[in-house]
């Protein structure tokens, strides 16, 4: 059976950082594309970041020179390092395990930055 467990989430303060876990058992980690995506209350899940089975990564222009994405194949984990956090960057934040037609999601953690 598939999991992707996220963790990390929390309320932070503007200019404040987090990071973000997700660990991930029932699949051939290296193997998955691995991606964090955000949803916002009332708002579209939008992509934060992807990092592939080889480490290449590709951010969201919102996110550029604030978050870092990476990994651990060795653990089976995926990490998010938030910098710099804003308001807008309040949302849920879903793990995502993906290759060629299969996708799989975690629950969630929520991000709080309050205005």
């Known amino acids: 059976q598939v999991q992707l467990v996220e963790s990390g989430g929390g309320l932070v303060q503007p200019g404040g950082s987090l990071r973000l876990s997700c660990a991930a058992s029932?699949?051939?980690?290296?193997?998955?594309?691995m991606g964090w995506y955000r949803q916002a209350p009332g708002e579209q899940r939008e992509l934060v970041a992807v990092?592939?089975?080889?480490?290449?990564?590709n951010y969201a222009d919102s996110v550029k020179g604030r978050f870092t994405i990476s990994r651990d194949n060795a653990k089976n984990t995926m990490y998010l390092q938030m910098n710099s956090l804003k308001p807008e960057d309040t949302a849920v934040y879903y793990c995502?395990?993906?290759?060629?037609?299969?996708?799989?999601w975690g629950q969630g953690t929520q991000v709080t930055v309050p205005s």
């Open positions: 029932g699949i051939t980690f290296s193997m998955y594309n």
């Open positions: 995502n395990a993906a290759i060629l037609r299969t996708s799989y």
């Open positions: 990092i592939a089975g080889g480490g290449g990564t």
